[in-house]
């Protein structure tokens, strides 16, 4: 694992990333010699491509490193050559490899900011690089894997991939990719949820078109049985209320929860309280309602018992009714 801080205004674009990845490893594939030699510091600063910290302290000789087809030493008796300008030169005493080749793979993890006009970048070579690689197209494969599930096995692997990404040590170029693709899933989601609320809530529309149609009585009770959320629930009140509205109405709904939303006409106010027949409704399911005598409604966390709902709450109107 390495690291390099350069003096640049901006975050690097994704093209630059990836340029940046892709000419290391070039460099690494072209097996670049690098020649390391101690040389006076006054005659060392004289070379042109040199790179070197401002401000830092070095000693006197200092040890040269260059990365390229030539010696240090050549370099010394030319150093205003522009011919070592393609070259990489700099000031260090570290351990480095003889030739570029033994880098085998170079993978760019991650670019930041560390203070005004400062970033840094750090990148991983041999079998760290080749893992990081490997882990992205393993996160690509199951990105685009996840593309055609639909439903809950969607959210599922959403989600799961969402942590991985978030978490994974990957090139940060395939970092981007990769998170760019979760935003997707994520997209693919929520549309799909709006169209199956809006499937939902039409089905819901002419199931109460339906009851409206042969309703006797003074009341209708009626059960959504798929996906019926508050909304799909207030959407089938809507059409009672409009179609019968010298009814009270209780409609039922099957989602996550268990739903209730009960209007009484003023011409029924007298005989039967909307929030008395909610909680009466959903007792069957461990729920409860608030709101009004004119309107009410109520939820219970478990659905199970939907259908004794629906028989307690037509039992209460006729009760009252």
Known sequence: KLRFDFAYGKPLTEAELEATQAGVNQQIQDGLLVHCQEASLELAREIGPLRAVFGEQYPDPVRVVAIGGTSVQDM???????KWKPFSVEFCGGTHIAN???AE????????GLGRGVRRVVGATGAKAKEAFEKAAELSARLEAAAKLQGGELTAEANELTKLVEVATVPAVDKKKLMAGVTGLKKKLVDAQKGDAAAAGAAAKAEAEAWAASATGDYVVGLLQVGADNKVVEEAVKVLTTSVPEKAVLVLGKGKTANALAVVPPGLASKIDAK???????????????GKSARAQGAARDPSSIEKAEVAAKEYAAGKL
């Not at 010394?76 to 522009?82: G, R």
């Not at 793979?105 to 930041?112: D, G, M, Q, R, V």
């Not at 008395?276 to 608030?290: M, R, T, Y």
């Open 100 to 102: 570029a080749k033994e």
């Open 76 to 82: 010394l008796e030319a150093p205003k050559d522009d």
């Open 105 to 112: 793979h170079f993978a760019l993890i991650s670019e930041e």
């Open 276 to 290: 008395e027949w909610v909680n009466a409704a959903l007792a069957p399911c461990g729920g409860k309602g608030g």
